[in-house]
């Protein structure tokens, strides 16, 4: 039972431009709805995250969209830079600590 | 410096010879975790302990063993190594979310094991 769907699996971006990746989610139990980044040879890393309780939230130039009817949420990066190139995952969780990973985006910033 | 560390990083064997996969934190966290991760499959936990003592099944558990004998610790065990164990490994603590308590559960990861079985 695949919980979580992420897209797009990949993503190129001009220097400059807006990235913007989905994650859709079926397990309404989830409370909590985080985004990872992680570069080439590191670990996971918290980037942003959001309570079901608010559609959205900015910290610089990311912001998560929160649509508890569709059971939706995204990820979008304003002014999208070459150093935001890494893999990006939608992890939502339930009331504990397990984290449902997505499959994944890669992003690619062109400069 | 709050770490996650693994070991060891690289680490190439052969199907059936044992091995062992360190974890250590230093954050005093209660809740610790292994995932894998393969291409296309995103992180897939593999077991996770809420305290010492405690561990539990994740989502693919099957060829592997964990033990949590001290809180900073946490190793991932694979008595009988095949080739489908090749992969990503990732070691993860974290506070634990409570009720009442509007903790993140923010997972804080090493830096990964990366393993193949031949």
């Known amino acids: 039972q695949q919980q979580v769907k992420q897209s797009p699996q990949s993503l190129i971006v001009q220097k400059g431009g807006i990235s913007i990746i989905n994650c859709a989610y079926e397990?309404?139990?989830?409370?909590?709805f985080p985004w990872y980044q992680q570069f080439p040879g590191k670990g996971p890393a918290l980037l942003i995250a959001i309570r079901p309780d608010v559609s959205e939230k900015k910290e610089g130039r990311f912001t998560i969209s929160f649509n508890k009817s569709a059971k939706q949420f995204s990820l979008h990066i304003m002014d999208s830079q070459p150093g935001d190139s890494a893999t990006y995952f939608c992890a939502p969780l339930e009331y504990g600590n397990k984290l449902v990973f997505g499959a994944g985006t890669i992003l690619r910033v062109k400069s | 410096e709050a770490q996650v560390t693994q070991n060891p990083r690289y680490l190439i064997t052969v199907t059936g010879k044992k091995l062992t996969v360190t974890c250590s934190q230093n954050m005093n966290h209660e809740y610790m975790s292994w995932y894998r991760q393969d291409p296309g499959l995103g992180l897939r936990q593999i077991y996770y302990?809420?305290?010492?003592?405690?561990?539990d099944k994740g989502d693919v558990p099957e060829g592997y063993k964990v033990s949590r004998k001290e809180k900073r610790n946490f190793p991932l065990i694979l008595e009988s190594p095949s080739p489908n164990q090749t992969s990503l490994y990732f070691c993860?603590?974290?506070?634990?979310?409570?009720?009442?308590?509007?903790?993140?559960?923010?997972?804080?990861f090493g830096e990964g094991s990366r393993l193949t079985v031949l």
């Open positions: 397990n309404t139990a989830f409370d909590y």
């Open positions: 993860a603590s974290s506070l634990p979310r409570q009720g009442g308590i509007r903790r993140t559960g923010e997972l804080f």
């Open positions: 302990s809420m305290n010492v003592e405690v561990t």
